[in-house]
């Protein structure tokens, strides 16, 4: 197939997950021409396998990763403002015993010792009053209610959980909706000028002179197309450390560390909307999490990964150390069969030597390659500090490229964001009262993935029917439409999976049928163009 060749641009960010597409967008915002490329779907890898939380890290606290929580926790409410209708405040209940010892093999006389991350056990009950005071007060909490403690005798927080835990801290995080954010920032990048390119994977990178010869492979019909930029960002995650070998093939000290983190779901496990943050014997942590209505997630573990190409998914062995981990707090033993549902994505972190997976810094680490075409190689980061690190990146490339300004992403809202943090009930009870043949539910799952852009999705419909096809769990043609033209969307999987969780409710026939409706509409649209 011909090669096809492309206009110069400022910026080429390889990958679509997070880190990339929050560039992009900040990129674009301060005036540079940028061009992402994706091999696959938006955020088809570890930005939509996240455990779905902005939150500060309370546990980073006993490693001294004061700087990244203090970040994080300022973060938190400048994306609730910027997406509430894909984030909301959640309370997190930490349960507590006078059974709960801390066991360690480091001398207990040394103080410092006890925030040491080969400590053993779970934390005793005054570092975890430290730990929560510094979550309170290091990240200038405005929204987000503070620290409180919780009688579980006599409250509903206590009732899913065994009759030992009598005591437990509340505290404050968000919930996100980790793929919704990546298109998000991906739309608005375009919306500002960029070019999305999708199933797009990059052969190779090479310097040509001051600018990258970059040739990429449409990953459906194989054509080719040489791109040119003056700048070559890496975000490719799990891929970095591929990206730097085999296709800018350069020499770099830097490296990644993979690791997996799985979750399962299973049913729902209690009524009220609160979170559990649950402590194990071992040192490591997990979430218990309301969950799309009719579900909890329980996650995550921390394991190596070997291989970027090896398709992460949570083991038998990772499923049960869930399964057994809850256990030890819930009243209802889960098993196996409780099961309806695990993934599992791969975290890029850094490689800083760490001794485990589990202490490995989630922090995030930039690179620039100035030997020629200036390279920019992304390492490490985590959901909730993607928008200080696009901003961190934009510092080191307008040392190589002319910007049209500074910092602007803060307290700008996402599509659909545009409305206050406490409006999404009001936003639900408009759109329900301007379209009355919506269920309750199906609109408030509406509001939850558009906010204000829900009444476009919905169009002029004065009836379900006006919707199109019903591809059932409140799926309708017109949403899907939306999809495909505003969002990137190609195949069922990256409706159910990725635009919503509507694969939680489908059939694999339900499903299948979406697909290849998808499928049919697109040769209809390429034949008409």
Same mark, same amino acid.
């Given at each position: 197939?011909?090669?096809?060749?492309?206009? &110069?641009?400022?910026?080429?960010?390889?990958?679509?997950?997070?880190?990339?597409?929050?560039?992009?967008?900040?990129?674009?915002?301060?005036?540079?021409?940028?061009?992402?490329?994706?091999?696959?779907?938006?955020?088809?890898?570890?930005?939509?396998?996240?455990?779905?939380?902005?939150?500060?890290?309370?546990?980073?606290?006993?490693?001294?990763?004061?700087?990244?929580?203090?970040?994080?926790?300022?973060?938190?409410?400048?994306?609730?403002?910027?997406?509430?209708?894909?984030?909301?405040?959640?309370?997190?209940?930490?349960?507590?015993?006078?059974?709960?010892?801390?066991?360690?093999?480091?001398?207990?006389?040394?103080?410092?010792?006890?925030?040491?991350?080969?400590?053993?056990?779970?934390?005793?009950?005054?570092?975890?009053?430290?730990?929560?005071?510094?979550?309170?007060?290091?990240?200038?909490?405005?929204?987000?209610?503070?620290?409180?403690?919780?009688?579980?005798?006599?409250?509903?927080?206590?009732?899913?959980?065994?009759?030992?835990? =009598?005591?437990?801290?509340?505290?404050?995080?968000?919930?996100?909706?980790?793929?919704?954010?990546?298109?998000?920032?991906?739309?608005?990048?375009?919306?500002?000028?960029?070019?999305? %390119?999708? /199933?797009?994977?990059?052969?190779?990178?090479?310097?040509?002179?001051?600018?990258?010869?970059?040739?990429?492979?449409?990953?459906?019909?194989?054509?080719?197309?040489?791109?040119?930029?003056?700048?070559?960002?890496?975000?490719?995650?799990?891929?970095?450390?591929?990206?730097?070998?085999?296709?800018?093939?350069?020499?770099?000290?830097?490296?990644?560390?993979?690791?997996?983190?799985?979750?399962?779901? &299973?049913?729902?496990?209690?009524?009220?909307?609160?979170?559990?943050?649950?402590?194990?014997?071992?040192?490591?942590?997990?979430?218990?999490?309301?969950?799309?209505?009719?579900?909890?997630?329980?996650?995550?573990?921390?394991?190596?990964?070997?291989?970027?190409?090896?398709?992460?998914?949570?083991?038998?062995?990772?499923?049960?150390?869930? %399964?057994?981990?809850?256990?030890?707090?819930?009243?209802?033993?889960?098993?196996?069969?409780?099961?309806?549902?695990?993934?599992?994505?791969?975290?890029?972190?850094?490689?800083?030597?760490?001794?485990?997976?589990?202490?490995?810094? /989630?922090?995030?680490?930039?690179?620039?390659?100035?030997?020629?075409?200036?390279? %920019?190689?992304?390492?490490?980061?985590?959901? &909730?500090?993607?928008?200080?690190?696009?901003?961190?990146?934009?510092?080191?490339?307008?040392?190589?490229?002319?910007?049209?300004?500074?910092?602007? &992403?803060?307290?700008?809202?996402?599509?659909?964001?545009?409305?206050?943090?406490?409006?999404?009930?009001?936003?639900?009870?408009?759109?329900? /009262?301007?379209?009355?043949?919506?269920?309750?539910?199906?609109?408030?799952?509406?509001?939850?993935?558009?906010?204000?852009?829900?009444?476009?999705?919905?169009?002029?419909?004065?009836?379900? $029917?006006?919707?199109?096809?019903?591809?059932?769990?409140?799926?309708? =043609?017109?949403?899907?439409?939306?999809?495909?033209?505003?969002?990137?969307?190609?195949?069922?999987?990256?409706?159910?999976?990725?635009?919503?969780?509507?694969?939680?409710?489908?059939?694999?026939?339900?499903?299948?049928?979406?697909?290849?409706?998808? $499928?049919? /509409?697109?040769?209809?649209?390429?034949?008409?163009?």
């Amino acid at each position: 197939m011909a090669e096809r060749n492309s206009e &110069t641009v400022d910026l080429f960010v390889i990958g679509g997950g997070i880190n990339g597409c929050g560039i992009a967008r900040d990129a674009a915002g301060r005036g540079l021409s940028v061009m992402l490329a994706e091999m696959n779907d938006l955020a088809s890898a570890t930005s939509s396998s996240s455990t779905k939380l902005f939150h500060g890290g309370l546990r980073y606290l006993e490693y001294f990763e004061f700087r990244l929580v203090r970040e994080a926790l300022i973060e938190r409410e400048t994306l609730l403002r910027a997406m509430p209708h894909i984030s909301w405040p959640m309370r997190f209940v930490l349960p507590y015993h006078r059974d709960m010892r801390f066991e360690s093999n480091t001398p207990t006389s040394n103080l410092l010792s006890l925030f040491m991350p080969w400590m053993k056990g779970r934390r005793p009950a005054w570092l975890i009053r430290l730990g929560l005071f510094m979550y309170d007060h290091l990240g200038g909490r405005k929204i987000l209610p503070g620290t409180s403690s919780v009688d579980l005798k006599e409250s509903p927080e206590g009732a899913p959980l065994q009759d030992r835990f =009598e005591k437990a801290y509340e505290y404050s995080d968000c919930w996100v909706e980790d793929s919704r954010l990546v298109v998000l920032n991906a739309r608005d990048a375009e919306a500002r000028g960029a070019t999305i %390119l999708t /199933r797009t994977k990059v052969m190779s990178a090479a310097r040509e002179g001051a600018v990258w010869r970059i040739e990429t492979e449409d990953t459906e019909t194989g054509a080719t197309t040489v791109h040119h930029a003056r700048m070559l960002v890496n975000a490719g995650g799990p891929w970095v450390g591929d990206i730097i070998q085999t296709k800018v093939r350069i020499n770099s000290r830097e490296g990644v560390r993979l690791v997996r983190g799985s979750h399962i779901v &299973t049913r729902k496990l209690y009524d009220h909307d609160k979170c559990y943050f649950f402590q194990g014997t071992d040192g490591r942590i997990i979430f218990s999490i309301p969950y799309e209505g009719e579900f909890t997630l329980i996650g995550t573990t921390d394991k190596e990964h070997a291989d970027p190409e090896q398709k992460p998914e949570c083991t038998p062995e990772e499923r049960d150390y869930l %399964l057994n981990f809850a256990n030890q707090y819930f009243r209802q033993q889960l098993t196996a069969e409780d099961v309806v549902w695990t993934y599992s994505g791969v975290r890029p972190l850094y490689d800083d030597g760490a001794s485990s997976a589990t202490a490995a810094t /989630r922090d995030y680490t930039l690179k620039v390659d100035a030997q020629g075409a200036p390279l %920019l190689n992304i390492f490490g980061g985590k959901i &909730t500090t993607y928008r200080r690190l696009a901003e961190s990146a934009l510092e080191k490339i307008a040392e190589h490229l002319p910007v049209s300004k500074g910092a602007w &992403t803060a307290g700008v809202p996402l599509p659909g964001g545009d409305f206050p943090v406490d409006g999404f009930d009001a936003l639900v009870a408009g759109v329900a /009262r301007d379209f009355p043949f919506l269920e309750a539910a199906h609109a408030r799952r509406l509001v939850r993935a558009y906010g204000m852009e829900a009444r476009n999705v919905l169009g002029s419909a004065a009836a379900f $029917a006006d919707l199109g096809r019903d591809f059932g769990a409140t799926l309708t =043609e017109s949403e899907v439409v939306w999809l495909m033209d505003r969002e990137y969307a190609r195949s069922a999987q990256d409706v159910v999976w990725r635009r919503n969780k509507l694969g939680l409710r489908l059939t694999e026939g339900q499903i299948a049928v979406l697909d290849d409706w998808m $499928a049919e /509409r697109r040769r209809n649209v390429a034949a008409a163009e």
